[in-house]
């Protein structure tokens, strides 16, 4: 067997980007939500939240290599866009 990535692990990694973009979005939403009431500070909290998520997803995935890291990123573009389009944003 090869030391590469298999494509088994490498949808693994996209459908882990997918569910990372959930989970930011929604703490985007939420941070929004937060702020417009007068929470700057759970703002600040859930922004920081997700932020240090994303960079710590990436950083796993890029430890594994060049493809993980991409079908990661894939996964997290791909579903953004689904998301976006699916409340009605633009896309």
Same mark, same amino acid.
């Given at each position: 067997?090869?030391?590469?990535? +298999?494509?088994?692990?490498? $949808? !693994?990694?996209? *459908?882990?980007?997918? /569910? %990372?973009? #959930?989970?930011? @979005?929604? &703490? ?10 007068? +929470?700057?500070?759970?703002? $600040? !909290?859930?922004? *920081?939240?997700?932020? /240090? %998520?994303? #960079?710590?997803? @990436?950083? &796993? ?31």
């Amino acid at each position: 067997m090869s030391a590469g990535v +298999g494509i088994l692990e490498l $949808a !693994a990694f996209a *459908a882990a980007g997918a /569910a %990372l973009a #959930v989970v930011y @979005l929604w &703490a985007l939403a939420a941070a929004a939500r937060r702020l417009v009431d007068g +929470g700057v500070g759970a703002a $600040a !909290a859930l922004t *920081a939240l997700r932020l /240090a %998520l994303l #960079v710590g997803a @990436l950083t &796993a995935a890029s430890l594994r290599g060049g493809g993980p890291l991409i079908a990661t990123a894939l996964g997290l573009l791909v579903a953004r866009l689904a998301l976006v389009r699916r409340i009605g944003g633009a896309g």
